[in-house]
Structure formats: C-alpha cells, structure tokens
C-alpha cells in the first residue's frame, strides 16, 4: 500500500522549503489533531524519507495516510531538538509516539540541611526548596525503607517540622532509640550536625567514610572508659555491616541505573532499577502506550529514556540491554541536564552485565503478570458474552451510575472497561443541573444523552455493552436515550440490586436476554459485572461528594447577577449572618448600603424560589 497522494497536503513541495537544518517535525491531521511528533539531525532528509517511494512499515503508513499538515521547528543542535521533541510529546501525548503514562513525579528523600536541627521526609515535587533532596528513588516502598535504615542507624528526626516545634518532652522515637530528642534540647546542635553529616554522606554513597567514622566515635569512647557508648557505636557499625552486605550482594557498584526494555506477544515493557553506591533504590515497570505491534525493543527505549529523564536527572551511567538510535544525541541531551557526564552503556561486562540480564528478566517476568492478568479478563468477557447470548466477546464496555444525598449535588458517572481492564483514564463524571431533585432517571438520561451525543459524533468509540445501575426503569431510559440518538449496535443491560441491597442477590436486565437473569454467584461473568456496578458506584460517590463539599462552601448569594464581594459582605453584615438575609423583606433588603430596590427584589425573589 503506497502513501496516500489524494489529498490537499502536496508532501514534494514541503519538503523543497526545508533546511537541512536539526529541528522537530510535527504530522497533524484534518482537524488539527497532533499525530506524531519527530526530532531529525538533518529535517529534509528525514522528513523526504516519510515519502518515498519504497514502502514504509504498516504503523508509518497509516500515520502518513491521516497525515494533512505539518509543522517544523529547526534548532541550533540536535541535542536542543531531542529536548523539545520528548517536551511536545509528554505535553501532547500524540497517537503515534510512544507514550510514558505516568505523570507522577518521583519520590525523594529531602534534608532541611538550612535548619538548625535538619530533618529528614519524603518529599515528590520540584526540588526549589532549601536543603537537599537524594533519589530520584524508583518505588516509594524502597525510599521509606531507606527512611526506615538511617532512623536506626544515625537517629536523626524524621518528624514534620510543627511537631517538631511543639514539643515539650521527647516523643515515643526517642523512648525506642530512633532519634536523639532534638526537639527538647537532648542534644546539641553541633553533635546533632554529626550525626546529620553521616547520614547525608550514607545517602551519596560514601559508606567506608561513615564505617570509618563510626570506629573512631567507638575507639574514642573506649578511650574515655565509656564503654556503653562503646558499645552503642559498635552496634552500629555492625548494623551498617549487615546492610551494606545485604545491598551489596552481586551489585556493581557506582551510581547507575539499569534499564531493561522487552517487546513480547504484542506486549511492550521496560523495567528500571536505580543503584546508587552500590545499593539499590528499587526497580519499576513501565508499559508504554505503543500503536505498532511490530516496535522492536531498541527504538522502545529510544522513545522511553527522552521522556523518563525529561524532569529526572541521569545518574553518571545508565545501562541498557539493547543500543539505542541516536546514542550520541540522547547523551549530549541528558549530560546537559546533569553536572558531569552521562554515558549509556548497552554492551558491559561482569557485575553489570549480570545487573542488565537480572532487570531484563523482572521485565520478561512483568509481562508475564501482565499476560496473565489478560487472560483473565479475557476469560470474564468471554464469560459475559455468554450470559448475554452476544455474537462475540465485548472489547468495551461502559457502565453508569447516578448519586447524590436527597438531590443535592447530583453526580453521574461513566466508567469504561476493556480488553486490558480498568481504563482510568477514560472515566468521566457528569455534573447534573436543571432535574427534578432526587429524580434519578433524568439525571441518567441526561448524563447518557450527553455522553452518547458524543460518541454518535465519532469524539468517543461506542462500547459493545452499556451498564447502567438499577432496574427495568433505568434499562428502559437507556434504550429511549439510545434511540433517540440513533445509536444502533449497543447492547444495553442494567443491574438491579437484590433484597436488602445484599452483594449477591443482584438481579440482570438486558437486550439480548427475555425476563431476568440471575447469575451463579461463582459466575466470572456475574463478578466481572459486579466489579464494574461497584467501580461506577465508587467513581459517582467519589464526584458526588466532592460537589457538594464544594457546594457547602460557597455562598448562594455567589449565584446572584449584580451581587458581588462587597455586597455579600454589606448583606451579611447588615443583617449579621445568612439567616437573617433569608428572614429579610425586599424593602429590608433595600437599605443595605449598595443594594437598590431593584436587585433587592431580584435577591428577594431568588431566596424565594430557593425556600420553595
């Protein structure tokens, strides 16, 4: 299949005004929608490659096809390219790169060091604040367990700063020898600012400078005929030992990070794990949103390093098993991110080969998890199917539900399924206004309409079975809302909760089935259909009571055209609260400084309707 050449765009003529220039090339398609974003050393040749006449692979087919305008930055090097293309990505997300779904930041330890009597927490976010931050750690569970280590070893605070200051006798970390009682003056500044000095040189890796020290504190007090504090100090050392031997076993040692990208069975994975001196901080696996099957694993990492150290700063090495595209580019990038010089190294030996193999295998190993876990769901629909009598397993599915608390702040939701279970991202909330309180078949009408509107006009893909919550009487508002829509093809089912609302004794409507049906409770399709209702109930609550939180501290006044800041502030303090504005007369209400006899009535007669 040969590029599509029956379109506005004239791709010869594009490219004949590029330079030849480094920059970022961008694809968007007929309504503007960005495709795809690339960086090129060279954006007239890389760009005319996209439009020769050999045929490209099936992912750049379909991305050319839709392709009907692009756009160029050029740069002044391709390190300043590579910079702004995984910029444009993480902030776009286009449909044909590859995306990390993971907008969370990673998690710190942090030292006030500027205070007298430095701290230590956890700490996610940008690093602008006074003292120092070590990490970035993979997994929280690694850094709290490191939090956990220093608290035994050096005994310094680990307590918020206004529990800090409030205290007047020694809290219950100081009773189990965790901390040394800064708070209540146990401890002076300048031994605590020791004890502080090895935990921040335990943190950088530095662990024979702190054994050293450690040895000499025990040989001093050994001298001093201390022998408790002797003691002390070697229990220690000897803690230091066991976890230095614990972290130490079979890793290299340095500051690195190893990342391991594995491409199985349609499925894209790529593990990291952190060292630093020698100790690991914890490994993660990431699943990068990939729209080519075919992607091999050395351009998968690729995509993934430019977006993962975009808001990171690189370790002095990073270890790959497999060479990357564009090595020298990717390095030049991360080493001006960094104070010292970033290498990516895909062929090591010894310690850190074997380090890559074991991270190459925890991938193989996720993905294992994660094929497993698919099975399953896959089992569960094809279990649905079944009960529902459909032609085929349903790939999507969207399941509504609808609350509030005596028709105040009504809240609907939409939460979808699919093959890969939970799409999160995809659940919605609808806020519902203008219906009868309490009158929960307009709210779900007008949350489908609005939903289904919406996916009849292409902006969401339809979902093969419809799940609403309750009975025959929300089954029945579905179907109408569907039909009014013209929305063919959807199967619509609800689920009408048993006697006494008993989890199990749930009752099922739908299209495809005559009269009731209820389901084994050992059913996979009856659990599968249960996760769904409880995962929608969950969301709508969730919005329901956010809304009215929200709702409750705001002023109804604020709803009042004319009525601003300093007239709710005139009302409430001519009439000394909100009781006695609604207890007021239009003509009371007149008097109030600001308020003429016309927006009086206008207040009068929403207060009015209000109360009725």
């Given amino acids: 299949m040969a590029p599509r050449t029956d379109r506005a765009f004239d791709a010869g003529g594009f490219v004949q005004t590029l330079t030849h220039a480094p920059g970022v090339y961008r694809m968007l398609d007929a309504s503007g929608n960005l495709l795809y974003v690339g960086k090129a050393r060279d954006l007239k040749k890389r760009v005319s490659s996209y439009f020769q006449k050999t045929s490209p692979g099936p992912r750049t087919r379909r991305m050319i096809t839709q392709t009907e305008r692009m756009e160029v930055t050029v740069t002044a090097t391709e390190a300043e390219a590579l910079l702004l293309e995984n910029t444009l990505i993480k902030q776009h997300h286009p449909r044909y790169n590859i995306l990390l779904r993971d907008d969370k930041s990673y998690p710190y330890i942090?030292?006030?060091?500027?205070?007298?009597?430095?701290?230590?927490?956890?700490?996610?976010?940008?690093?602008?604040?006074?003292?120092?931050?070590?990490?970035?750690?993979?997994?929280?569970?690694?850094l709290r367990e490191t939090l956990n280590t220093l608290q035994k070893l050096f005994r310094t605070r680990q307590c918020p700063d206004s529990f800090f200051r409030n205290r007047s006798r020694p809290c219950l970390q100081y009773q189990i020898k965790r901390c040394t009682a800064p708070c209540v003056g146990y401890i002076t500044p300048e031994d605590y600012r020791a004890d502080v000095d090895l935990t921040l040189r335990f943190l950088e890796g530095r662990n024979e400078e702190v054994m050293h020290d450690l040895t000499a504190r025990m040989d001093r007090a050994s001298e001093r005929?201390?022998?408790?504090?002797?003691?002390?100090?070697r229990n220690r050392i000897q803690s230091?030992?066991?976890?230095?031997?614990?972290?130490?076993?079979?890793?290299?040692?340095?500051?690195f990070d190893v990342v391991a990208a594995v491409c199985e069975g349609g499925l894209h994975c790529v593990q990291v794990s952190s060292f630093r001196g020698g100790a690991s901080h914890g490994n993660r696996s990431y699943f990068p949103v990939v729209n080519d099957?075919?992607?091999?694993?050395?351009?998968l990492l690729r995509g993934f390093l430019g977006q993962y150290y975009l808001e990171r700063v690189a370790p002095p090495e990073v270890l790959l098993n497999h060479p990357v595209p564009d090595r020298e580019a990717l390095e030049e990038w991360l080493s001006g991110k960094s104070p010292g010089r970033i290498r990516l190294c895909a062929n090591v030996r010894g310690r850190r080969r074997t380090q890559v193999e074991l991270v190459e295998r925890n991938a193989r190993q996720s993905i294992a998890v994660r094929t497993q876990?698919?099975?399953?769901?896959?089992?569960?629909?094809?279990?649905?199917?079944?009960?529902?009598?459909?032609?085929?397993?349903?790939?999507?599915?969207e399941c509504f539900d609808v609350s509030h608390t005596r028709g105040e702040a009504t809240v609907a939701s939409c939460v979808v399924y699919t093959t890969e279970g939970p799409s999160r991202s995809e659940f919605r909330s609808f806020n519902i206004s203008g219906i009868t309180p309490g009158d929960d078949y307009g709210a779900l009408r007008e949350a489908l309409t609005r939903r289904y509107t919406r996916v009849c006009a292409g902006e969401y893909p339809a979902p093969d079975v419809l799940l609403v919550d309750g009975g025959k009487g929300q089954l029945r508002v579905a179907r109408e809302v569907l039909?009014?829509?013209?929305?063919?093809?959807?199967?619509?089912?609800?689920?009408?909760?048993?006697?006494?609302?008993k989890p199990g004794t749930e009752t099922v409507y739908a299209d495809t089935v005559e009269g009731p049906l209820h389901l084994p409770q050992r059913s996979v399709a009856f659990h599968l259909i249960q996760q769904i209702r409880d995962e929608a109930h969950r969301f709508a609550v969730t919005g329901h009571r956010r809304r009215r939180a929200k709702r409750r501290l705001e002023s109804p006044l604020e709803e009042i055209p004319g009525v601003g800041p300093q007239r709710r502030q005139n009302l409430l303090r001519y009439f000394g609260g909100w009781q006695g504005i609604r207890k007021a007369t239009a003509a009371d209400l007149a008097r109030v400084p600001g308020i003429g006899a016309g927006l009086a009535q206008e207040i009068y007669d929403y207060l009015h309707e209000e109360n009725t």
């Fill in 110 to 142: 942090y030292a006030s060091t500027h205070q007298t009597y430095p701290g230590l927490s956890f700490y996610r976010g940008r690093r602008r604040r006074k003292g120092r931050t070590f990490g970035p750690y993979a997994s929280v569970g690694a």
């Fill in 483 to 501: 039909a009014t829509l013209d929305a063919p093809g959807i199967v619509v089912a609800s689920v009408a909760k048993g006697e006494g609302r």
């Fill in 373 to 397: 876990s698919r099975s399953g769901i896959r089992e569960r629909l094809e279990a649905l199917a079944e009960a529902l009598l459909l032609d085929a397993m349903p790939a999507r599915l």
């Fill in 240 to 255: 230091l030992q066991e976890i230095c031997r614990h972290y130490r076993t079979g890793v290299a040692s340095g500051h």
């Fill in 225 to 233: 005929l201390d022998y408790e504090e002797a003691a002390e100090w």
């Fill in 293 to 299: 099957a075919a992607i091999e694993a050395p351009e």
